[in-house]
């Protein structure tokens, strides 16, 4: 019999946050980080160890009855090496290592939105001299790298032909080309989904200062729809964190998907702190405004030694 509930594989304020609400519940967690004093290790023990490496994870795997993951970059096929060594069965993965296949690669995200009918952006790979993406995309037309792209690595914008050429250097394949979204404001939605329950936390609005998620607020409108159609498309049971566009007519796309606790979309803890502004005095929007948050990014501090 395992001997801990839950495992998660990384130990950062992301895993901290999910083991402090599952201890609540009384369960007993267990984490894999390559930091031995992550700041998860503060809660619970943790097992050092490198994310990509399938026996480092194995060991995890062994000894927990669910085990799930603090962010997306965690290679599918490292995880699923890992329940083979260990001989676990893989449903007590969530979200299963066939999800994070597909959400880890923006294109087969974007097919699979595509081919379930849920509302997403145009994307086609991005291959050869890049006449065919030019072709089925147009302009303006945003490049994105298909894999590991995060605070927008990976995303550059070609608002032209010349702009196009300018960024050949800085794409090759394994790049993609969607079409651009004059979005009027970004969305973003917690949804959670298991075989039995399905649902979404209240729909946010979040800023990004050259892509980085700067600012979180109340949106005043409910997205759930998409974002757990988002969800569905993929075939995801756990937790995953939806980012959208709200176009100029209220009506709703899927950007991208994480399958996992979403570091702007959480309250209060880590380096996403409480804002409350002098503005606050007020009704309607401005207090919802007022009640939004700033994403703080800094180094981790550590107590000195
Ligand atoms: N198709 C698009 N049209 C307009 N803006 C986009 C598009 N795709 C991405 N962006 C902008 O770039 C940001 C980062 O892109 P995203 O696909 O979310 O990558 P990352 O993995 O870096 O978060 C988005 O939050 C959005 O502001
Ligand atoms: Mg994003």
Redesign the pocket.
Known sequence: MPQFDLGVLGGGQLARMSIQAAQRMGLRCLALDPDPECCTSQLAPVIAGRLDDPEAIARLVSQCNRVTLENEFIPAWAIADAFALAQANPQRLMPGWDVLATIQD?LLQRQAYARYGAPT?RAVPLQGDGREAIEAIGFPM?L?ARFG???????R?ARTPEEFEALRPQWQEGWLA??????RR?LAAMVYRSPHVCGAFPTME?V?TN?V?DLVYPSGVDASEVAIAAVEAVGGYGLFGV?M?EQEDGSVLI??TAPAQHGPLHPGLGRCQPVRDARAVGDGPALDRACGRRHLYGEPTRPAS
């Open positions: 923006k952006p945003v994105k792209g995060y605070d927008g690595k990976g995303t914008y969607e079409a651009f979204v004059p979005f970004e979040t990004q892509h998620c980012e566009f950007n991208e």
